[in-house]
């Protein structure tokens, strides 16, 4: 499985950005899909996660801010982030996941100026 992250970028405290992971290969009907991300010197933590379902699940600091959402014929998870914070900062991972496998996209860095 290969999963290739797009739309991250510089923007202002208060700004939007949609972060989308499009997955390829040998998908799974059933799996999760999840955003991670890693700000300099923390560790990498669980933004938000939907099931292939639809259920989601959100980190504290994100809820009511960020949405997780998926199109299941593209395979691809999407992160719309709104009123963004200079704390949100960091690279963003996706993860694809099913059973007990799991697999990284490359990352990409979202920069919020305050």
């Known amino acids: 499985v290969q999963l290739q992250a797009s739309g991250g970028g510089l923007v202002q405290a208060g700004g939007s950005l949609r972060l989308s992971c499009a997955a390829s290969?040998?998908?799974?009907?059933?799996?999760?899909m999840a955003w991670y991300r890693q700000a300099p010197g923390k560790q990498r933590e669980l933004v938000a996660d939907i099931t292939s379902g639809g259920s989601t699940k959100y980190a504290g600091s994100v809820k009511g801010r960020f949405t997780i959402s998926r199109d299941n014929a593209k395979n691809t998870v999407y992160l719309q982030m709104d009123s963004l914070k200079p704390e949100d900062t960091a690279v963003y991972y996706c993860k694809y996941s099913y059973s007990w496998y799991g697999y990284w996209g490359q990352g990409t860095l979202v920069t919020v100026s305050s």
């Open positions: 290969g040998s998908i799974v009907s059933v799996n999760v």
